[in-house]
């Protein structure tokens, strides 16, 4: 069974100015049930928390329509009503709308909550692809193996702690590569064979990893993986050192040799975390749940794709999805390294072709660091029965995987967190895509 959960455009909010001012934006039917071709239009009101959630009188809007079919509408209003968007697309792919309201010396506020980022999309079960190189199953059968029959080295340091057992790790992976690194976390009253694992993965970034103590005491063995292979606990000068010297471009450099390109090290590191973390006698051999955002979200595919005893995948917007989108397709691109023959094999669009266990994932339908065409090919390529959750955007990357990974609230909380929520409902998808929404909110969050 696959999951599939949108963070799409009928509710939006996001904190304005002193004055508490939030935009409320929907569409005339769900975002991505259009077809090409047909009229798409968003209501979007600014809006002011303090005065109970009236609309705002008197500033100015402008708004700017980009899209998979490479047209450009713009706009200005003011916010005495909705401001009202009517657009298109003539094949299928995805609009992206943006909407800032100007200060009072006439410029945008352009901080991550200060502007209504949203889209919608048509035909998106149409949107074509790239196919898989010729060799891809067998590039990486044979990789795994190779990681498999490699001998490694671990060293791990406990931790102090009252209730959690913390295992600081470094495995080797290949000779001269960059070990898997982070941190191993379990109660330590578990029995043996008793706890599932969860193997968390980190978006992009540089900075010290942190130590989940709550999941662990919920009961789950956590693994923690480090990005690239880095100490998971120095002081910042360590990771400002590694970002501007040998970690400089990461992602975005060698990306035409397959195995000194970034995303292999980074995979390989995963599947060793894992593999390593299979030995511990407090896992039940049986659940093994891979999760992250963003670049995290890209090796939680890449856990499940290379690992089949991974039993569900959750990828909150995944990142490198359908990189050829915007090479081979003229589509929106996103911030990821340019199209190579080599990244084809590193594409989380392609790699979702091997992902068999139960998925679920979050798309930003307003997110252009992982565009929303490239997410619905990924999960169209995904193996197994498909299901999916729906609704909600205006986000970044960065920011969804903050809100994501708080704790859903119980759906009555929402009347006292209104001024900034997230509302969650359900879609249930085909074995050909989306293809029906149900209009309950099952979990919200305050941002």
């Known amino acids: 069974m696959k999951k599939l959960l949108l963070i799409a455009s009928l509710t939006f909010t996001g904190v304005l100015?002193?004055?508490?001012?939030?935009?409320?934006?929907?569409?005339?039917?769900?975002?991505?049930?259009?077809?090409?071709?047909?009229?798409?239009?968003?209501?979007?009101s600014l809006r002011d928390k303090?005065?109970?959630?009236?609309m705002v009188k008197g500033r100015k809007l402008v708004w700017n329509r980009t899209g998979d079919d490479g047209k450009t509408e713009h706009g200005e209003a003011l916010s005495d009503e909705p401001l009202k968007i009517t657009t298109r697309i003539d094949k299928p792919g995805f609009v992206r709308i943006i909407v800032n309201v100007l200060d009072h010396n006439g410029n945008p506020k352009t901080g991550r909550t200060e502007r209504f980022e949203s889209g919608a999309g048509a035909d998106v079960n149409?949107?074509?692809?790239?196919?898989?190189?010729?060799?891809?199953?067998?590039?990486?059968d044979k990789e795994v193996a190779r990681l498999h029959k490699t001998p490694f080295d671990t060293e791990v340091v406990e931790l102090p702690h009252r209730d959690v057992k913390v295992l600081k790790f470094s495995i080797?992976?290949?000779?001269?590569?960059?070990p898997a690194t982070g941190y191993i976390l379990y109660p330590r009253d578990a029995a043996p064979a008793s706890l599932p694992m969860m193997v968390r993965f980190t978006g992009y970034g540089f900075h010290a990893t942190g130590i989940p103590f709550g999941v662990a005491k919920r009961g789950w063995l956590v693994v923690e993986v480090t990005r690239q292979g880095e100490a998971p606990d120095r002081e910042a000068e360590y990771y400002k050192n590694l970002q501007e010297h040998e970690m400089?471009?990461?992602c975005f450099r060698n990306n035409n040799d397959k195995y000194k390109n970034d995303f292999y090290g980074m995979y390989m590191r995963g599947q060793r975390a894992i593999q390593y973390a299979e030995t511990l006698p407090v896992w039940n051999k049986k659940e093994i749940r891979v999760e992250g955002g963003s670049m995290g979200a890209a090796q939680a595919i890449a856990a499940a794709a290379l690992n089949p005893h991974v039993t569900e995948c959750?990828?909150?917007?995944?990142?490198?999805?359908?990189?050829?989108?915007?090479?081979?397709?003229?589509?929106?691109g996103g911030w990821a390294p340019g199209y190579t023959e080599t990244l084809r094999y590193f594409d989380t669009a392609?790699?979702?072709t091997r992902v068999k266990c139960p998925t679920t994932i979050a798309i930003g339908l307003g997110d252009y660091v992982c565009p929303p065409s490239g997410q619905m090919i990924l999960f169209r390529n995904l193996a197994g029965k498909r299901r999916s959750k729906?609704?909600?955007?205006?986000?970044?990357?960065?920011?969804?995987?903050?809100?994501?990974?708080?704790?859903?609230?119980?759906?009555?909380?929402t009347e006292r967190n209104s001024e900034r929520r997230d509302q969650w409902r359900i879609m249930d998808c085909s074995a050909g895509g989306i293809n029906e929404t149900v209009q309950t909110p099952i979990c919200s969050h305050e941002t």
């Open 172 to 178: 080797s992976t290949f000779p001269g590569e960059r």
């Open 390 to 413: 729906f609704i909600r955007t205006g986000f970044t990357a960065a920011v969804c995987n903050r809100i994501l990974t708080k704790p859903c609230l119980p759906a009555k909380s």
């Open 350 to 352: 392609n790699l979702a």
């Open 314 to 332: 959750v990828a909150e917007i995944p990142w490198m999805a359908d990189l050829a989108g915007k090479a081979r397709f003229q589509r929106l």
């Open 50 to 54: 303090d005065a109970e959630g009236a």
């Open 248 to 250: 400089k471009n990461y």
């Open 17 to 44: 100015w002193a004055e508490s001012l939030y935009f409320d934006g929907k569409t005339d039917k769900n975002p991505v049930l259009y077809k090409a071709g047909e009229p798409m239009t968003f209501l979007i």
């Open 126 to 140: 149409l949107l074509p692809a790239d196919p898989l190189p010729a060799d891809f199953h067998a590039f990486w």
